[in-house]
T-cell receptor
Framework: GAVVSQHPSWVICKSGTSVKIECRSL??????MFWYRQFPKQSLMLMAT?????????EQGVEKDKFLINHASLTLSTLTVTSAHPEDSSFYIC?????????????FGPGTRLTVL | GESVGLHLPTLSVQEGDNSIINCAYS??????FIWYKQESGKGPQFIID?????DKRQGQRVTVLLNKTVKHLSLQIAATQPGDSAVYFC????????????FGAGTRLAVHP
């Protein structure tokens, strides 16, 4: 099946620094990638939808200037958490979809655990 | 399987029993539904899906039932095994919404030997 990787798998940073998380589709080209955030014991919340070569679409309440998304190629999307604070500590998960058809499944990455001290 | 606050509801079953996990979805326009399994510290893993033109779909040891009238989805796991212990999420999407997935609150399944 299709494989999606994330790097790093975990990161610890100081408050005020920026952190970049990569999401890669390893064996297929992803027209669309999605970024989710998951707090402990809670569900996945969609943060933004990223289409290759265009600006990301952010969900209501998600600050686009704080969570920068770049989908520069069909196999790579990055999420940069700028000026991270302890409340940004969370599990960040990406998913990738091959096309826009409703029949195309989203494949999820393994997640990145961000801890901001 | 609806969540209240920060506490995931837990379903405890004995190994070998059948498990039923329930989910209430929110959008009557949703036309595609998926069940995911998530183990601790990992991303969601696809289990089974169903489209709104069906009311039942079976996979290996799993069955999904869809009741559009009351906007209810269930996942049945036959002969539950310890390896089935995880958090289960339902997700809904509709084709008019760019197929964004909206996840339900989740249910923790604990399988006891």
């Amino acid at each position: 099946g299709a494989v999606v990787s994330q790097h790093p798998s975990w990161v610890i940073c100081k408050s005020g620094t920026s952190v970049k998380i990569e999401c890669r589709s390893l064996d297929f080209q992803a027209t669309t990638m999605f970024w989710y955030r998951q707090f402990p014991k809670q569900s996945l919340m969609l943060m933004a939808t990223s289409n290759e070569g265009s600006k990301a679409t952010y969900e209501q309440g998600v600050e686009k200037d704080k969570f920068l998304i770049n989908h520069a190629s069909l196999t790579l999307s990055t999420l940069t958490v700028t000026s991270a604070h302890p409340e940004d500590s969370s599990f960040y998960i990406c998913s990738a979809r091959q096309g826009n058809s409703p029949n195309n499944e989203q494949f999820f990455g393994p997640g990145t655990r961000l801890t901001v001290l | 399987g609806e969540s209240v606050g920060l506490h995931l509801p837990t379903l405890s079953v004995q190994e070998g029993d059948n498990s039923i996990i329930n989910c209430a979805y929110s959008n009557s326009a949703s036309d595609y539904f998926i069940w995911y399994k998530q183990e601790s510290g990992k991303g969601p893993q696809f289990i089974i899906d169903i489209r709104s033109n069906m009311d039942k779909r079976q996979g290996q040891r799993v069955t999904v039932l869809l009741n559009k009238t009351v906007k209810h989805l269930s996942l049945q796991i036959a002969a539950t095994q310890p390896g089935d212990s995880a958090v289960y999420f339902c997700a809904e999407s509709f084709s008019g919404g760019y197929n964004k997935l909206i996840f339900g609150a989740g249910t923790r399944l604990a399988v006891h030997p």
